[in-house]
Structure formats: structure tokens, C-alpha cells
């Protein structure tokens, strides 16, 4: 099968292998750190404040990330940042154990693996497609979307269950250990050499920075794409990550294993797509694709926050998921396909910046409006507008004409 085809490549199946795992670390962790976060605060202002505390020294360091993975060795970068985020959760961990951990513990440790974040991200888009081949690289990002969707299927459902079994510092110490397991996977290849560079390297960060954002300001499908996409991350990424805990606890019988399996749902949806965009080796249309994509992921949402069945909401989990990964794939094979290698890095980081940089807007507001509204209506407004902004960009001829 075409999808497993750069398996068969042992520097990206060893890079594949350590992020699957990382991945379901992380979904352990969120489920832990979302139900710790309701047992001890029940405070939905508590919850998008650790979430701004990741996000936003990533943010801030994420351009210097990329500029430093254009300069030396991708994978070095990504192996030390797996065990600095390592040792993070695994103090956190350490706290929960001894009944010890509070509130600023967490957003002190969230600060901190958002910093190390902003340096193995644009890593990681730019080291796939320097250990794939041009024809396996769809499927490669297929693959490499599979895992974080292996990730959000399996970690909901083990962290629940760990967090039945051992408690949260339990599922915290899990987490720990997939980053310490992903860096022994990155070991091996230590040894890449870091990326080559036409003409002199300048030793000066700000010229490198300035040449990433002239190649994103010349291309009008990127730089308009960022945009529309910031403003998509505030509309579905708050409803999802903060509202959607509180929408669970209203649900009749609710508890932690509803949320995880609610969780997953949008990750089986994303797998499935996933799947099928796999098997292809190049996308028609990609840009009208995109946006198609985001509108039925708004339209999903929206559908969640109405007064439906619970089977119901589950069919609309699965439509926002797998009509997401249909556009985050395309977005990434666009980047990778129309950016040149040696900028790579610094684009990524600026798609990154551009893409996420209202993010921590959107989890302050989903958290205030939680308390004041309700997780439904805030999942039925943040729907509506990711609609209204999909159909905007969709209005762009510049992102009509990317094929």
C-alpha cells in the first residue's frame, strides 16, 4: 500500500515511530491536565490560561527556532528539545505524586515546554521532506498525520484510563517517558548534517528572519492563507480545547471517560482522512480544496453546540475531523511542494507564528465565555465563524489558482 511506502525508509520510520509515540503522550497529558484542572480549579479561566502558557513563549521564540533549524542540524535540534520537554513533565509528574503540585506549577512548566515547542516544530516540517523522496512525500505527511491521530484516538482513551487507575501524576509520568522514548528514536540519527545553504550564511538572525517573511510576502495564496487561518484557530481552537470539557460535564452520566472518547472521535475522523489522502501522489486543486475543508470542519462544530443527540454529536466529531486533516495536509504539501528547502525551516516557523499567533486570543475568550455563556453557544458561535472566514478565503484568486 502507497501509504506505508516511506516506511521502507529507516531515518523517516525511526522519526515516525518516536513522534507516534510522543503523540499518544501528549493526549495522555491533555485528558490528565484537563481533569486535574476541573477536580481542583472547576475554572474554565484556569484552563485556557495554561493553554496561553504554551502557546505563547512559542510564539514568541518559534522565529528564532526557525532561523537556528536553517543553521545547524534538524534532528540535533529535535532531540534536545524532547528531552528538555521531557524532564518538564516529568517534574510536574514528580509534584503530582508527592501532593504538591499547584496551579503556577503548571503554568511555569507550560512557559517553558512552549519554549522548547518553538524550536522542534519548525524542525520537525522541515526534516520530512530532507529524509523523503519527492514521490513518497504525500504519503509521508499522511503517515506523519496518521501518528498525531493515532495520538488523539489511543491518548484520550489510555489517559482516561490511567487517570481511573493511577491517578493524574500517573498519566503525567507517562508522558514523560514517550518524550525520553522519542529522543532514543532521534539518537540515531543525530548525525545529519545540517541543511545546505546557497551563498554565504549571515551571521545576522534579523536578515535571515527578513529574508523568511519577503518569501511569505510574495506569495499571495501563503501570506493570505496565514491569515484567514490565524482567525480559523480562534473560531474552532478555543470551543475545542477549552469549551468543549465543560459541554461534556453537562451530558448526562459525564465523566472523564465520555471526554476522551469524545476526544478521539475527532482524531478517527482525521485517520480516516488521513488514509485516503495517502494513497494519492498529488492533489488537484488544492487550494479550493482547503477552504472546502475548513467550512464543513466550521459546520461540524456549530453542530456540536446544538441541542442534538449524542450519536449525533459524535457524527459531527467525526465530519470536523476528518474535514480538517483534509486541509492541514493540503496546507502542509503546499508549504513543502512551493517553499524552497534551505527557507524551509524559517517559513515553517512563520506559518507557524502566523498561523497560531491569535491562538492564546481565542482560548482567553472561549474561557470567558464558557463562564458568562455556556460551552454550547460557544461552540455554535465559534462554528458559524469558521464558515464565514472558509468562504472569505475561498473569495481570494490567489488561492483559487493553486492547484
Known amino acids: 500500500m502507497k501509504l506505508f511506502h516511506p516506511l521502507k525508509n529507516r531515518p523517516?520510520?525511526?522519526?515516525?515511530?518516536?513522534?507516534?509515540?510522543?503523540?499518544?503522550?501528549?493526549?495522555?497529558?491533555?485528558?490528565?491536565?484537563?481533569?486535574?484542572?476541573?477536580?481542583?480549579?472547576?475554572?474554565?479561566?484556569?484552563?485556557?490560561?495554561?493553554?496561553?502558557c504554551s502557546?505563547?513563549?512559542?510564539?514568541?521564540?518559534?522565529?528564532?527556532?526557525?532561523?537556528?533549524?536553517?543553521?545547524?542540524?534538524?534532528?540535533?535540534?529535535?532531540?534536545?528539545?524532547?528531552?528538555?520537554?521531557?524532564?518538564?513533565?516529568?517534574?510536574?509528574?514528580?509534584?503530582?505524586?508527592?501532593?504538591?503540585?499547584?496551579?503556577?506549577?503548571?503554568?511555569?512548566?507550560?512557559?517553558?515546554?512552549?519554549?522548547?515547542?518553538a524550536f522542534f516544530q519548525p524542525a520537525y516540517a522541515a526534516v520530512v521532506p530532507e529524509v523523503t523522496p519527492p514521490e513518497d512525500l504525500l504519503s509521508a505527511n499522511s503517515l506523519t498525520s496518521l501518528s498525531?491521530?493515532?495520538?488523539?484516538?489511543?491518548?484520550?482513551?489510555?489517559?482516561?484510563?490511567?487517570?481511573?487507575?493511577?491517578?493524574?501524576?500517573?498519566?503525567?509520568?507517562?508522558d514523560a517517558l514517550s518524550f525520553f522514548i522519542s529522543a532514543a528514536c532521534l539518537f540515531p540519527m543525530r548525525g545529519m548534517p545540517a541543511p545546505r545553504r546557497?551563498?554565504?550564511?549571515?551571521?545576522?538572525?534579523?536578515h535571515e528572519m527578513r529574508e523568511g517573511f519577503a518569501t511569505v510576502l510574495k506569495s499571495r495564496w501563503l501570506w493570505c492563507g496565514m491569515l484567514v487561518i490565524a482567525l480559523i484557530n480562534i473560531s474552532l481552537g478555543g470551543p475545542f480545547s477549552v469549551a468543549m470539557p465543560f459541554l461534556v460535564k453537562q451530558m448526562p452520566r459525564a465523566n472523564v471517560g465520555l471526554l476522551g472518547l469524545l476526544y478521539s472521535t475527532f482524531a478517527v475522523g482525521a485517520g480516516l482522512a488521513a488514509i485516503w489522502l495517502g494513497r494519492f501522489t498529488k492533489l488537484p486543486r488544492r487550494g479550493v480544496s482547503l477552504y472546502c475543508g475548513v467550512a464543513l470542519a466550521g459546520l461540524g462544530m456549530l453542530a456540536i453546540g446544538l441541542p442534538i443527540t449524542l450519536a449525533l454529536i459524535f457524527m459531527a466529531a467525526l465530519m470536523n475531523g476528518a474535514s480538517?486533516?483534509?486541509?492541514?495536509?493540503?496546507?502542509?504539501?503546499?508549504?513543502?511542494?512551493?517553499?524552497?528547502?534551505?527557507q524551509l525551516g524559517r517559513v515553517s516557523s512563520i506559518d507557524s507564528l502566523g498561523t497560531f499567533v491569535l491562538m492564546p486570543v481565542g482560548y482567553a475568550i472561549a474561557g470567558w465565555a464558557t463562564d458568562r455563556i455556556g460551552p454550547a453557544q460557544v461552540c455554535v458561535a465559534g462554528g458559524a465563524l469558521t464558515m464565514v472566514l472558509a468562504a472569505v478565503g475561498l473569495l481570494q484568486p490567489s488561492v483559487r489558482l493553486v492547484d
Open 12 to 52: 523517516f520510520a525511526l522519526l515516525w515511530s518516536g513522534q507516534t509515540i510522543s503523540r499518544i503522550g501528549d493526549f495522555i497529558y491533555e485528558i490528565a491536565l484537563a481533569w486535574w484542572v476541573l477536580q481542583k480549579t472547576g475554572s474554565a479561566k484556569v484552563m485556557g490560561t495554561v493553554l496561553i
Open 148 to 174: 498525531l491521530q493515532v495520538g488523539r484516538v489511543a491518548g484520550p482513551a489510555l489517559g482516561a484510563g490511567i487517570v481511573a487507575w493511577g491517578g493524574t501524576a500517573t498519566a503525567f509520568a507517562a
Open 324 to 342: 480538517l486533516e483534509v486541509g492541514g495536509l493540503i496546507w502542509t504539501n503546499m508549504l513543502q511542494e512551493l517553499v524552497p528547502s534551505e
Open 198 to 206: 546557497d551563498g554565504t550564511p549571515s551571521s545576522n538572525v534579523m
Open 55 to 117: 502557546f505563547t513563549p512559542m510564539l514568541l521564540f518559534v522565529l528564532i527556532g526557525g532561523v537556528t533549524v536553517d543553521r545547524f542540524s534538524r534532528t540535533k535540534v529535535m532531540l534536545i528539545s524532547d528531552i528538555v520537554r521531557g524532564a518538564l513533565v516529568g517534574g510536574v509528574a514528580a509534584l503530582a505524586f508527592v501532593k504538591l503540585l499547584k496551579v503556577w506549577h503548571l503554568y511555569v512548566a507550560s512557559v517553558l515546554f512552549g519554549l522548547a515547542d
